[in-house]
């Protein structure tokens, strides 16, 4: 079963840069699509956030990151990261990496089979 593992989270300043990490292990490796969410506690629905193709490394953005947050992946190492700069209060969230089998992107959460434990991001005025 493969298994997603995050890190990188920390208690940042409005303007600063924070980068996520999420390594793939286990077996069979098994990812069309992979994706980040955020979700803030006690609000029950998890945000999409940015995504990526695995196979042509095409890129999907929410509005509300777009031009401040990079998704990438590392094939070698089977990981997905998020560049976040110029982080704002409206960011603070539990940070989540998803990925699904198929390449077809999605942006809402039950079309993902495989979840992180999340890691948490706080922005700070």
């Known amino acids: 079963q493969m298994q997603l593992d995050e890190s990188g989270g920390g208690a940042v300043h409005t303007g600063d840069s924070l980068r996520l990490s999420c390594a793939a292990s286990?077996?069979?490796?098994?990812?069309?699509?992979a994706a980040w969410f955020r979700q803030v506690p006690g609000k029950g629905r998890r945000e999409f956030v940015a995504a990526i193709r695995w196979s042509d490394t095409n890129t999907f953005y929410s509005d509300s990151v777009k031009g401040r947050f990079t998704i990438s992946k590392d094939s070698a190492a089977n990981t997905v990261l998020l560049q976040m700069n110029s982080l704002k209060p409206d960011d603070t969230a539990v940070y989540y990496c998803?990925?699904?089998?198929?390449?077809?992107?999605?942006?809402?959460?039950?079309?993902?089979?495989?979840w992180g434990q999340g890691t948490q991001v706080t922005v700070s005025s």
């Open positions: 286990g077996r069979p490796f098994n990812i069309g699509t």
């Open positions: 998803a990925a699904r089998p198929q390449s077809v992107v999605h942006y809402i959460p039950s079309s993902y089979n495989y």
